[in-house]
């Protein structure tokens, strides 16, 4: 581990007081309810007098072991002989009080260090003789933080592999900002992104929902329809074969349901053309924003309502090259499992046609957990499309917005600012600021709701998923192996890291950091020491 973060601190212990002059009445009132008024003629100590705290305490004890009558006298005389020193103890109070304050405000105070001062916070219960008047506590300020935090990562934070950085921290138990550079602007998230097309998910689909692709007969005689229900995940391998997609449906058991239902109809003429009906989802099939490279490079397929394996050329490798026609490469993987068919077409089916046979993907509770732990942007699409068709939001990109900013609002957080232009994080045009992202993530750690699904489905320091590969949390950074469970995020203009830290001193925190701009594959580990250090400070993190 680096000298950069400092060892976390002891915090404060400070409490409330009640104010000079109500400690000084206080004591005269008692002294008055035990023996009578303070004669307003009765010589008063010298200007200035005060007596030392031993004999306070003396007379204290003295007065408090006399007879009732004897009593009354001598805080009677007791409080005339230390009027004005009562005055000058509880005015120090508030002094100290006012030092306090100070330090609330960010004042540095170069004083000698007082004694802590004890505060009353409940009514105390009388231990002595019942008839003696018991001081009226004052409630403390519950809304001043007196902690104050001295860990510092500003070293950290200043590596310029993190060109311009944005991050907040949160404890996730108390929902305090323990630390903000840019949180509150809206930014692209990169693959963060996932994490809101999740949460949006799994209220408005639910975990244990599934999207069904379907064959329906054709309205021409010897014709059958191919109906995508936005399965990317259904399969052109065998059944029973290995997927990217675990618990995928396969073409092959399709293809034998309709087979046998065809079969069962005498009637029914050879089966000799195949209509693809992929209108299931509208618009664009490939957001304009998004470099074609990525389709090249095997980390996105074009979007569209009927496909195969993610459009995959290798159905078992995340990264593979895609077409740039998806619903064909489905049509005629379907055709060569149904045997004899010698046309393959678009089209529709028509309108309450016989249903020759259905297969469903996996549920979304672990189409969540694809798209998180790898981060596999088609899922992703798939999952912000359904949201937005399911909220009536539309089929197109143009719906996501609307559709995800739906199933976001039952977490009661502000949207306000979010724009959301995919469900993948991979357009530069998406913006999320950090805040909404610590906010979110405290629900995520209590997994309210069927949130749990994502937290458990999040990569995890050095364990599991985006952040176990070999260069994450690597050397110093190793660490914090096993106590961050965070969405990576990765474009050319940015990378991203948020979610949830276990830290060293046993507090939970919530973070996100984007490195945005001009940045390299270094960007990383930069975010990795970054994080490390948010691990090392836990509560006693400090925002300089």
């Not at 963060?192 to 097309?197: H, I």
């Not at 914090?480 to 469970?485: C, N, Q, T």
């Not at 390299?520 to 994080?531: G, P, V, Y």
Request: aromatic content about 4%; some cysteine.
């Amino acid at each position: 581990m680096t000298d950069e973060t400092d060892a976390p601190g002891e915090p404060d212990s400070v409490g409330e007081s009640e104010g000079s002059e109500g400690a000084e009445t206080e004591l005269l009132q008692t002294a008055d309810a035990a023996g009578g008024p303070v004669p307003a003629d009765e010589p008063q100590p010298t200007d200035g007098a005060e007596a030392p705290a031993s004999a306070i305490a003396a007379s204290g004890a003295t007065a408090a072991a006399a007879s009732p009558a004897g009593r009354g006298t001598s805080i009677r005389a007791f409080a005339r002989k230390h009027r004005v020193a009562l005055s000058v103890t509880a005015g120090a109070v508030a002094f100290a009080l006012l030092g306090v304050g100070a330090v609330f405000a960010g004042i540095a105070v170069n004083a000698p260090e007082a004694a802590p001062v004890a505060f009353v916070t409940a009514t105390p219960t009388p231990t002595a003789d019942p008839g003696r008047p018991v001081p009226v506590a004052v409630a403390a300020p519950s809304a001043i933080d007196t902690k104050v935090r001295t860990c510092s990562v500003a070293d950290r934070a200043a590596d310029p592999r993190l060109a311009n950085l944005q991050a907040q921290v949160r404890n996730a138990a108390t929902g305090e900002v323990l630390y903000d550079r840019g949180g509150t602007t809206p930014s692209r998230t990169a693959s963060v992104m996932k994490v809101l097309t999740s949460a949006a998910a799994l209220e408005v689909l639910g975990p244990d929902y599934r999207a069904t692709t379907t064959v329906v007969k054709g309205a021409e005689p010897g014709s059958a329809v191919l109906v995508g229900g936005g399965d990317v995940t259904l399969s052109r391998t065998p059944s029973g074969t290995d997927t990217v997609y675990p618990g995928a449906a396969h073409l092959d058991d399709l293809a034998a349901q309709v087979r046998a239902a065809w079969a069962a109809d005498p009637s029914n003429p050879p089966l000799t053309k195949l209509i693809l009906d992929a209108g299931y989802f509208g618009g664009d099939e490939y957001q304009a924003s998004w470099d074609t490279v990525e389709r090249d490079d095997g980390y996105m397929s074009n979007i569209t309502a009927l496909q195969v394996d993610g459009d995959r050329d290798d159905p078992s490798a995340n990264t593979s090259w895609r077409s740039t026609d998806p619903i064909g490469r489905a049509g005629q993987a379907f055709a060569d499992q149904l045997g004899g068919i010698s046309v393959v077409e678009r089209g529709t089916a028509p309108a309450g046609a016989q249903q020759l046979g259905a297969v469903s993907s996996p549920t979304v509770a672990q189409l969540v957990d694809k798209a998180l732990v790898v981060s596999d942007n088609t899922v992703a699409e798939m999952l912000a499309r359904l949201v937005a068709i399911q909220t009536g939001s539309g089929n197109t990109f143009d719906a996501i917005n609307a559709g995800v900013l739906q199933g976001l609002q039952v977490y009661g957080i502000d949207t306000a600012g979010i724009s959301i232009v995919d469900g993948s994080g991979l357009s530069d045009d998406n913006a999320v600021p950090p805040d909404y992202l610590t906010q979110l993530f405290i629900k995520i750690n209590a997994r309210e709701g069927d949130l749990g699904v994502l937290m458990d489905g999040l990569p995890v320091s050095g364990q599991r998923g985006s952040l176990s590969y070999s260069d994450r949390f690597a050397g110093d950074n190793a660490v914090a192996d096993g106590a961050v469970s965070a969405k990576t995020g990765w474009i050319n203009s940015g990378y991203t890291l948020s979610g949830v830290i276990r830290a060293q001193d046993g507090s939970t925190l919530t973070f996100a950091i984007y490195a945005l701009g001009d940045v390299t594959d270094e960007a990383k580990q930069a975010i990795d020491t970054l994080t490390t250090g948010f691990f090392l400070c836990g509560d006693d993190l400090s925002n300089s």
